[in-house]
């Protein structure tokens, strides 16, 4: 895609597009010895987003593919929800905070502060039509692990599932390279929803 051609579209999408509150249901396939999926959530407002696992959703997920060789790569990069408990990613992209609930497999459920994502996207020229939404393809390494994927430029909210952000689009679909981790957007919807990050009496750790 044209570089000028891309940068006056999502311009003219910012100018007609005024939406700040958006919401984003994914499905979330984990490519494992034990296939399983998961429905998540992305809530936007304005420069915060909070995104969050739906533990009641987790179920096996019949996969008939090859199970992912992405096993290779640090541990505290591989994302396996509880089954018990949500865990929340909460990003405040104006003073560029991110904090998790989440027990990080081994602890109880804590307040995780970690280092904000500056993601080094490559945005390319593919492009593709996911939920009647124009998106584009980008890539970046991220922890090690190297990701692809989908945004659009016509909701122009730099979030995305998990701790992906940082294009000029909301991220539709996101894949690590091989597989083992694939996000799915299912339904989006514009309503002002109330963002939810129970960190209240949790003990607080840095990373």
């Known amino acids: 895609m044209n570089c000028k051609v891309f940068f006056f579209y999502f311009f ?18 984990l490519d494992t010895e034990s296939p399983a999926k ?9 420069n915060i987003s ?8 987790f179920e096996k997920w019949d996969n008939d593919k090859p199970i ?5 790569l640090p541990e505290e990069d591989v994302i396996s929800p509880d089954t018990s408990k949500n865990v929340y990613v909460k990003i405040d992209r104006q003073f560029r ?10 602890f109880d459920f804590m307040n995780v502060l970690d280092t904000f994502p500056d993601n080094n996207w490559q945005i390319t020229t593919e492009s593709k039509l ?3 939404y124009n998106c584009i393809k ?10 692809e994927v989908w945004f659009t430029p016509q909701l122009p909210i730099s979030a995305g599932p998990w701790k992906l952000q940082g294009l000029p689009g909301l991220i539709l679909e996101a894949k690590s390279v ?12 514009f309503e002002k929803e109330n963002l939810t990050f129970p960190k209240e009496g949790l003990k607080q750790i840095t990373l």
């Open 12 to 29: 003219f999408s910012v100018t007609l597009y005024s939406q700040t509150n958006i919401n984003v249901n994914y499905m979330y396939y």
């Open 38 to 46: 998961v429905q998540c959530k992305l809530n936007v407002n304005d």
């Open 50 to 57: 909070v995104f969050y696992f739906i533990a009641s959703t």
């Open 68 to 72: 992912s060789p992405e096993y290779d």
């Open 97 to 106: 905070i991110m904090e998790m609930i989440d027990n990080l497999s081994i």
């Open 130 to 132: 996911l939920n009647n």
């Open 138 to 147: 980008a890539t970046t390494i991220y922890r090690g692990r190297q990701w």
């Open 178 to 189: 091989g597989g083992r981790f694939h996000f799915v957007a299912t339904k989006i919807s």
